[in-house]
Every structure is written in structure tokens, then in C-alpha cells.
């Protein structure tokens, strides 16, 4: 099918080509995405034969988990405009019974009331038009059907990514830290509330959900987390200095989180649900 060319990578858009799709696989879907995803969709609950789409599905974080609540009779399709996040899901998840389309959230490959369930997992925030991805995926969710959302709380209810982001700008730059704050850009409750119920959804409903994830201290961490995000072209820029004064700073800001040799910590999205009117 054609396609519009994907954008050219920027810092804001969270499109990310060839080596920092598996990176992203690699490094934040274990320590920070996955466990995200899994709790979205445990919480959102997917019944067995449910026929269930995951718009801007990445490299199938949200995918896996929710093959974990199908059975035969149900049915998975992960759409995502970038194909190279999509190669490293159609690889990882081979063997699963998911599908895997290229296209955009504005323009669904999927027909008209298609899915009891259509998902978004921590990507609606990226989508240059939020509304019109919000009432495609009410398009192609059943009359009846249900359409979930999550995205990142504000900044300062995720303590790592706030210290992160605000000693990346002091240490690196604005513009490298908005790599990382683009994600917090729907995390305002009323806003999110307003775009499901604008979008012609009912009863939507909007929890905190809060996530306890274990990991490497940050000198470890730092690094690597920030390599796989759209920050890494900042930081690999950046003098050893300033990338010394980040990891240092996270460091102290994060003590208190301190559990032995690692860092245990909360990071909060909110899960917003709705329905489709029958
Ligand atoms: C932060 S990633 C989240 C991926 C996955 N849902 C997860 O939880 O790991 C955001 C995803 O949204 C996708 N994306 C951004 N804009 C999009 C658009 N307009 N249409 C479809 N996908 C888009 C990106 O390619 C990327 O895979």
C-alpha cells in the first residue's frame, strides 16, 4: 500500500530509526515500557476473544501483553507509521499469533467498527494530531466497543524522569531534554478527559496507575536509557563533563530510592477509558 515517507527523526516526535528501534526494544521496554504496558493492559482487561487493536504499538510492548489474555479465538493487531519499530516486533513477537500493519493513527489501516478494543499505549502524546488519532480509533472500535488510553502523569509524579529531565536541560540543553518531556506532553487529567469525551466516547473513566520498577543505578542506567530515547544525539554531543554532571545529579536526587545496588521506584501513567456508544 503507498505511504507518505515517515517524518525525519526530531527529538520531539519520538520517531527513531534502524539501531534505536532495537535499542528501544533492548533497554526501555524491559526496564520502564513493558512493565508500563502490562500494567495498562492488565488493568484495561482485554476479554479472550476479543479482536483488539494497539495504535503506535512501537516494537509490541502492549502487543505481548495482551496475547497473554487472548485465546485462539482472539486476535491482535499492532499499527505503528514506523516500520523499523515494526521489524523488531514482527521479530521479537515471531511465533505469536499478532499481526503487524504500517500506518498512521490519522489514517487506520482497518475498517469501520473492526475491534472490540482498541489500545494506545503511552504514544497518543506524540501523534501531531491528537483528536483526529482519538476519533479514528473510535471509528474502528465496535459499536459497544471500548477505546484505552495511557500516557505519563506530570513530570514530578515520575521521580526518575523528572530528575532526568531537569538535570538533562541544566547539563545538556532544552532541546535534548524535550527528547524526554515530549512525553509528558498530555499528562494534564482535565485535557486527556476532554479528548476521549470530544472524540464521542461515554463513561470515560481515568485511574492513576502507579508502577514500582527495579533498576540499575543511575550511572549505570543514565546512559543507556538515554541512548535509546531521542535524547541520545544531544548526548552524544555533550562534553564527558556534562554527561558526568547528569549522571551525578540524577544520582543524588534518586538517594532516597536507593534499595541496595539498585533503585526502586514508582513511575505513574494515567489509563483512560471509554466507550463507544451501542
Ligand atoms: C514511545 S513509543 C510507544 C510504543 C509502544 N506503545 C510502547 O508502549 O512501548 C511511541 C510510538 O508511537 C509511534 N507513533 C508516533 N506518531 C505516530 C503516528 N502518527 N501514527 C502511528 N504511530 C505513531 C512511534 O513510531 C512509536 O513507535
Redesign the pocket.
Known amino acids: 500500500m503507498p505511504h507518505d515517507p ?1 517524518p525525519p527523526t526530531t527529538s520531539r ?4 530509526g534502524g539501531d534505536a ?1 532495537e535499542r ?1 526494544e533492548a533497554v ?2 524491559p526496564a520502564i ?2 512493565p ?2 502490562a500494567s ?1 493492559v492488565d488493568r484495561v482487561g482485554p476479554a479472550a476473544a476479543d479482536t483488539v487493536v ?9 502487543v505481548r501483553r495482551v496475547e497473554a489474555h487472548l485465546a485462539a479465538s482472539g486476535r491482535v493487531v499492532g ?4 516500520p523499523a ?1 515494526l521489524e523488531v516486533a514482527r521479530r521479537t513477537l515471531e511465533g505469536g499469533s499478532a499481526e503487524w500493519l504500517e ?4 489514517a487506520l489501516p482497518v475498517g469501520d467498527g473492526f475491534s472490540d478494543l482498541v489500545l ?4 497518543i502524546q ?4 491528537r483528536s483526529g ?1 482519538m476519533r479514528e480509533m473510535v471509528r474502528i472500535a465496535r459499536p459497544g466497543g471500548r477505546v484505552a488510553v ?1 500516557v505519563w502523569c506530570p513530570l514530578p509524579r515520575s521521580p526518575y524522569f523528572h530528575a532526568l529531565v531537569e538535570t538533562m536541560a541544566t547539563h545538556i540543553g532544552p532541546d535534548t531534554a524535550a527528547g524526554l518531556g515530549a ?1 509528558f506532553g498530555l499528562s494534564d487529567r482535565d485535557a486527556l478527559a476532554a479528548l476521549l469525551a470530544e472524540a464521542g466516547l461515554d463513561s470515560v473513566e481515568i485511574v492513576e496507575d502507579s508502577v514500582d520498577l527495579t533498576l540499575p543505578l543511575p550511572a549505570t542506567f543514565v546512559p543507556i536509557h538515554v541512548q535509546a530515547t531521542p535524547m541520545g544525539r544531544g548526548w552524544s554531543d555533550a562534553t564527558d563533563g556534562d554527561r558526568a554532571a547528569v549522571v551525578e545529579a540524577v544520582d543524588r536526587r534518586l538517594r532516597d530510592y536507593r534499595e541496595g545496588g539498585e533503585l526502586r521506584i514508582p513511575f505513574r501513567q494515567y489509563v483512560a477509558v471509554g466507550r463507544r456508544p451501542a
Open positions: 515517515p516526535s519520538w520517531h527513531l528501534a528501544y526501555l521496554v515500557l513493558g508500563a504496558a495498562f494497539d495504535v503506535g504499538c512501537g516494537t509490541g510492548a502492549a499499527v505503528d507509521r514506523n519499530m500506518g498512521d493513527a490519522v494506545s499505549a503511552q504514544s506524540f501523534f501531531p494530531d488519532a495511557s512525553a
